[in-house]
């Protein structure tokens, strides 16, 4: 619709503008004649300065002399009768400028007239002259027939390309809405091939982004789901036993003096680490990232309080305990959380009377016992859900506490790695962004402005 409005405007200027210049040309064209003929004419007024309807229709024109005295005199033998009016007949009598204006004769024959003014013996005049339009409306007429064919051409060359241009620009939109439709239809998170650097292109490859993250995130549920099951299969099946021997034995009482009490234990130990896997598992499903909050914590502390905990698991165990001030961003429950499970796992490997040397220094802790230590071929997998080396799978536990410590870690900006120790034990060592005590008083001191003396 722009497009024709355009051409449409454009014509109809381009129009208007040959047509005003063709009428512009032929009044001077006739001005040009009359300023010829009108020396004759002054010289011969009688005799039309000697002119005849022969030399008028040769040059394509008539002509009339009209007087103040709204009386005319034309060429004898002329066929053509200029009709004429007040535009003229005020020429004659002001003999000032000039008049152009268009008239339609008797038969539908349309003419240009043109007045200018002319003097003969002191009597005013207006030397009329006039010329058939025909020609010029003809060549008027072939200009708006080209007009009309080669604006419709290109209206309808625009319309297809404009078409085309839009049909090519919005495929990648297409494209997109498809794939959207395809995963919502058929659950298949399938990328969709970029095309262009543009803004589509990169709303295609921000797209396919969140595809690749939705893909990873339900592998990784799938993938905990299946693993939980699996760990969760244990358990179950074990209570499920112990119970149908209780049920069993109050029908039969086959079972011998103090197995019941030793079953019941069994089911209480059982519900305990049911309870504890339930808990690793909704600890580690969540996925939402720190928040980080406007007041720091001294690690140090979280520390503190895990190690007080550890040693109520593990009494005849020895803690060398080593701390320096670390302030950091983060959520104190879940660091601890973390850092207790490094614990639990270094009082659960330590021998009786073991030492587990605990060491914060900058912004590194270390966590080290003196265990068996961990395989060189299970230090690959120490962090991985549900993985127990051949050494841990005897001992209690749901293979989760690594897992959690390395997501808790992660999620604030640290890491966690896991080696042998001097002793022979297992060393975890933790690194958490932060300041230390130094860090934190040369901050302070940069922001202190020193006084001026005086």
Do not use: C
Not at 300 to 313: H, L, P, Y
Not at 368 to 395: C, K, M, W
Not at 424 to 429: D, I, K, P, W
């Amino acid at each position: 619709m722009a497009v024709s409005l355009a051409v449409l405007l454009i014509s109809v200027a381009a129009y208007w503008m040959t047509r005003i210049s063709l009428y512009d040309q032929l009044d001077n064209e006739l001005i040009d004649v009359a300023s010829y003929i009108s020396g004759p004419i002054e010289a011969d007024l009688e005799g039309m300065g000697g002119l005849n309807s022969d030399a008028l229709r040769a040059a394509n024109v008539a002509l009339l002399l009209l007087g103040s005295d709204n009386q005319a005199q034309d060429v004898p033998g002329t066929a053509v009768t200029i009709q004429w009016g007040a535009p003229e007949l005020a020429v004659a009598r002001t003999q000032t400028g000039t008049s152009a204006r268009t008239l339609t004769d008797i038969d539908g024959t349309r003419y240009r007239i043109v007045a200018v003014p002319q003097t003969v013996q002191d009597k005013r005049y207006a030397l009329i002259l006039a010329r058939p339009l025909a020609p010029t409306e003809k060549t008027l007429e072939s200009l708006w027939l080209t007009m009309i064919l080669t604006g419709g051409i290109g209206v309808v060359m625009a319309v297809g390309l404009g078409w085309w241009t839009a049909r090519e620009a919005l495929s990648p939109l297409r494209k997109l809405s498809a794939a959207v439709t395809h995963v919502t239809e058929t659950d298949e998170l399938m990328p969709i091939d970029i095309h262009s650097e543009d803004e589509l292109g990169e709303l295609t490859r921000s797209f396919n982004t969140m595809l690749n993250s939705l893909s990873s995130s339900r592998e990784r549920q799938k993938r905990l789901i299946a693993d939980a099951g699996h760990e969760l299969r244990t358990p179950l099946t074990s209570m499920r036993t112990n119970i149908e021997l209780l049920v069993a034995d109050e029908k039969t009482g086959m079972l011998p003096e103090g197995a019941r009490g030793e079953i019941l234990h069994d089911i209480a130990a059982q519900l305990g680490e049911f309870t504890s896997l339930v808990g690793d598992l909704v600890q580690l499903s969540r996925e939402d990232k720190v928040t980080a909050n406007p007041e720091q914590i001294d690690f140090r502390d979280v520390v503190e309080s895990a190690i007080v905990r550890a040693k109520r698991r593990g009494p005849g165990l020895v803690f060398d305990v080593e701390l320096n001030p670390l302030f950091l961003v983060g959520e104190p429950d879940t660091l601890e959380r973390a850092v207790t499970n490094l614990l639990d796992n270094a009082v659960k490997f330590s021998p009786p009377g073991g030492t587990i040397h605990v060491h914060l220094e900058g912004d590194t802790l270390r966590i080290a016992d003196q265990g068996p230590g961990i395989a060189d071929e299970d230090l690959p997998h120490v962090f991985d859900r549900f993985y127990r080396s051949d050494r841990a799978r005897n001992t209690p536990g749901t293979g989760l506490g690594l897992s959690i410590v390395a997501h808790t870690i992660t999620s604030h900006g640290g890491q966690v790695t896991a080696r042998r120790s001097a002793e022979g034990g297992a060393e975890f060592v933790v690194r958490l962004p932060g300041k230390t005590l130094e860090d934190q008083q040369a901050d302070e001191d940069t922001m202190t402005i020193p006084a001026v003396e005086a």
